[in-house]
């Protein structure tokens, strides 16, 4: 099983804030690294995907950057609503489905 | 309304049963994966088919199985339940990388 790992944990930070966590990953068989949002009792959103090839896709305000040499991600919202608060994943896709175990944001009126 | 549709939301059974669990992926979307999340752990990949093919397995137990027909919805089938199979089952569909995941089937074995 491969480790897939994100930082912070949790994060509070005020309304109109900048964020971003990180996610690191194994390097090796790298195929795609992916960010999701979940909310409590609902399903895992996606919010952007950047495969091996260079293709990337992405919605709302989120931006991402990917290293897949030295295995790591940051995923970046500007400017944080009320309604950002959620945890996020990161999952890594090499020969298999590896998720992370999330940053949960809050992000403060 | 994701497009990926499970059934049913809420299963309650006893240890030692068996259950189906139904998933119907979005519509054009040949791929369908599982995905099991326990109460002690994140999101954990099961198993993917891809056009009625298995294309990955994860950490499926051996009591698990899953199959996609040829209307490309699938069924995740698990026996001899036991206590610690209760978690919350999402099933997925994805069109090149992006997966869509449906709302869930919560599993409670008593």
Redesign the interface.
């Given at each position: 099983?491969l480790n897939v790992e994100q930082s912070p944990q949790s994060l509070h930070v005020q309304e109109g804030d900048s964020t971003n966590f990180t996610c690191s990953f194994p390097s090796s068989n790298f195929y795609?690294l992916?960010w999701?949002r979940w909310e409590t009792a609902?399903?895992?959103?996606?919010l952007f995907?950047m495969?091996l090839n260079g293709?990337e896709?992405k919605k709302g305000r989120i931006s991402a950057t990917l290293n897949t040499k030295e295995g790591y991600s940051y995923l970046y919202i500007k400017g944080s609503q009320p309604e950002d608060s959620a945890t996020y994943?990161c999952?890594f896709?090499g020969?298999?489905?590896?998720?992370?175990?999330?940053t949960s944001l809050t992000v403060i009126p | 309304d994701?497009g990926v549709t499970q059934t049913p939301k809420h299963l309650i059974t006893a240890t030692g049963q068996r259950v189906t669990l139904r998933c119907s992926p979005r519509s054009g979307d040949l791929s369908v994966?599982w995905?099991q999340q326990s109460l002690d752990q994140?999101?954990?990949?099961l198993i993917?088919y891809y056009n009625g093919e298995e294309r990955?397995?994860?950490?499926i137990l051996e009591r698990f199985s899953a199959q996609q027909f040829p209307d490309l919805h699938s069924e995740l089938n698990l026996s001899s339940l036991e206590l610690g199979d209760s978690a919350l089952y999402?099933c997925?569909s994805s069109e090149?990388?992006?997966?869509?995941?449906?709302?869930?089937t919560r599993l409670t074995v008593v």
């Open positions: 099983i795609a992916h999701y609902k399903s895992p959103e996606a995907v495969t293709d896709k994943l999952a896709t020969n298999q489905f590896y998720f992370g175990t999330g | 994701s994966y995905y994140g999101l954990q990949f993917q990955a397995k994860g950490n999402f997925a090149a990388g992006w997966y869509t995941f449906g709302s869930g």
